[in-house]
Structures are given as C-alpha cells and as structure tokens.
C-alpha cells in the first residue's frame, strides 16, 4: 500500500487549503479509515481528520469548523479542505490508513503506512 | 479527552546505549498504545502496536512494555539509525492523540 500527497505548496492567509491523496494497493472504501495528520516545522504531530466507507467523517474538534475530508471513488483518491488558513496552518500534511474495522469492532487503531509528506506554506 | 505525556523531550545517548523513553496516559487505556519512528525530513513509521507488539519488520532492539496509564519504548543497543524523533499515539472515542514526542540525539 502506497500514498502520495499532491497539492500546492503555497496560499495565502483566509485562502482554502485543498489537498489530495492517491492511494495505491488497497481500496479507500475497503476496511480502513483514511486520515489527514499534520506537523508544523520543528513542531509534532496533530490528528485533523478521516473518512470511512467514502462517507462517514470524523474530525479534531479544533479544527471541525474548518475541515472537510472527501473521496473520489473513481480515482481512489481521498481529499482534505481546510478553509480560512493562517499562518498557523503551516505544516507538513500527511495522509495515513488509519484505523482498521469490521462489521462489529475495530482492532486496530494505528497508522500505517503513511505518505510522504507535503509541506504547505501559508504567507502573505 | 485523553492526554499523552512523553518524557524526556530530548535524549543524548551513545550507539550501544539502552534508552528507555516513557509516554504516559491522563486515564487508563488499557494497552491501546503505538509507537512511532520519525527521521529528520520523512513521515513516521509504526515500530510498536497495541503496546507491545513489533511491526513486520522493526528490528528486535526494539520492545514495548506497560498498560494501564504507564508505557515504556526500549531500544536493548542503540544503532547509528536509531536517533531520530519517537512519538506514542492513542485512539479513543473518536480521537487520535499523539505525544509531544521525544527526540533522540547522539551524545
């Protein structure tokens, strides 16, 4: 299973963050949530968001008001927005497989693998 | 929600060395706990699972011990590949929580 980050690098303060991340060897609408995480420079790591089955979501409580984490089935694709940034959203963003499930529990609850990582500046 | 306290935040060892790095829990979770690796300029990767369990593939100087709201990381001698940043991770209701992390540097 492999994961890629793609997006720009560079916005400007009260512009939308929009992100994606490409997913090879595993479905996103298999057994396992797909998750945002991120990392500040020199700083560590912040949970933002995840999405299951291609519709149900779970987000950091702050950041809920501002995040949106979406899929796009036909290309096995799953996708953050962030809206309204700051310079405090400057940050490596990776996307990670989350949590794995079945019909009745989920017993894992790491991340693995993760992407590599995509580093987004925000400056006026 | 659940808090993760890791200590030292930095730590300078010798290669050789036996490090211990501590993460604890604001509540008991039980052995719901990871660990992991991060190298300057790359993305973590998972060393440890559900307390004590090793990923396919870490090598076997690597251990995890605890449960309850106390855990330990220990690498038995460390390597030159070893000095990096190590992070524990927590899920529950609805929340991955990561520690502030633990930097480890050579002497």
């Known amino acids: 299973v492999q994961l890629q980050e793609s997006g720009p690098g560079l916005l400007k303060p009260s512009e939308t963050l929009s992100l994606t991340c490409s997913v090879s060897?595993?479905?996103?609408?298999?057994?396992?949530?797909w998750s945002w995480v991120r990392q500040p420079p020199g700083k560590g790591l912040e949970w933002i968001g995840e999405?299951?089955?291609?519709?149900?979501?779970n987000y950091n409580p702050s950041l809920k008001s501002r995040v949106i984490v979406s899929v796009d089935k036909s290309q096995n694709q799953f996708s953050l927005r962030l809206s309204s940034v700051t310079a405090a959203d400057t940050a490596t963003y990776y996307c990670?497989?989350?949590?794995?499930?079945?019909?009745?529990?989920?017993?894992?609850?790491?991340?693995?693998?993760w992407g590599q990582g995509i580093l987004v500046t925000v400056s006026s | 929600d659940i808090q993760m306290t890791q200590s030292p935040s930095t730590l300078s060892a010798s290669v050789g060395d036996r490090v211990t790095i501590t993460c604890q829990a604001s509540q008991d979770i039980a052995n719901s706990l990871n660990w992991f690796q991060q190298k300057s300029g790359k993305a973590p990767t998972l060393l440890i699972f559900?307390?004590?369990n090793l990923e396919t593939g870490v090598p076997s100087r690597f251990s995890g011990s605890g449960s309850g709201t106390d855990f330990t990381l220990t690498i038995s001698s460390l390597q030159p590949e070893d000095f990096a940043t190590y992070y524990c991770?927590?899920?529950?209701?609805?929340?991955?929580?990561f520690g502030q992390g633990t930097k480890l540097e050579i002497k």
């Open positions: 060897g595993a479905s996103i609408l298999g057994s396992h949530w």
């Open positions: 991770q927590h899920y529950s209701n609805l929340l991955y929580t």
């Open positions: 990670a497989r989350g949590r794995y499930c079945t019909s009745t529990t989920c017993p894992a609850h790491w991340f693995d693998p």
């Open positions: 999405i299951y089955h291609g519709e149900t979501t």
């Open positions: 559900d307390a004590s």
